[in-house]
């Protein structure tokens, strides 16, 4: 397994709050506590969430729901990418699949804590 990074932008005009993301893998891969693999969300170099297989299995075909953190990190605007990585500890785990993200427009008032 190989260290990955893909990317998606956001499209529309405005500011754009990530409120859920999700990864369905291809793949089963079982729990591995040596050969894991890393799966995260990013804003830049902030990290909004991961999940790896060293604590949880992958079933093919079962989304595994992020647990977001990251406050105003979850904003972005026109234009701006969000990261998907992916980082392999010894041989890594195979792990294969798709990314999906739900999208909130933001208000201008809009806080965070």
């Known amino acids: 397994a190989t ?12 500011k754009w709050r990530l409120a859920a993301a999700y990864f ?4 089963t891969a079982a729990i591995d506590a040596t050969n894991t693999s890393t799966l995260a969300i990013k804003n830049g170099s902030t990290s909004l ?6 604590t949880v299995a992958f ?3 079962t989304p595994r729901a992020f647990t977001l953190s990251g406050g105003k990190s979850l904003e972005f605007s026109q234009g701006e990418a969000v990261t998907f990585t992916k980082t392999v500890a010894a041989s890594g785990t ?3 699949g798709h990314f999906a993200c ?9 806080t965070y804590t």
Do not use: F
Request: net charge negative; hydrophobic share 30%; charged share 20%.
């Open 24 to 27: 369905v893998p291809d793949v």
């Open 3 to 14: 260290a990955t990074s893909v990317y998606d932008t956001i499209s529309s005009p405005g």
């Open 94 to 96: 195979a792990i294969t």
């Open 49 to 54: 969430g991961t999940l790896d297989n060293g």
């Open 102 to 110: 739900d999208w909130e427009k933001v208000q201008a008032d809009s």
């Open 59 to 61: 079933t093919a075909g």
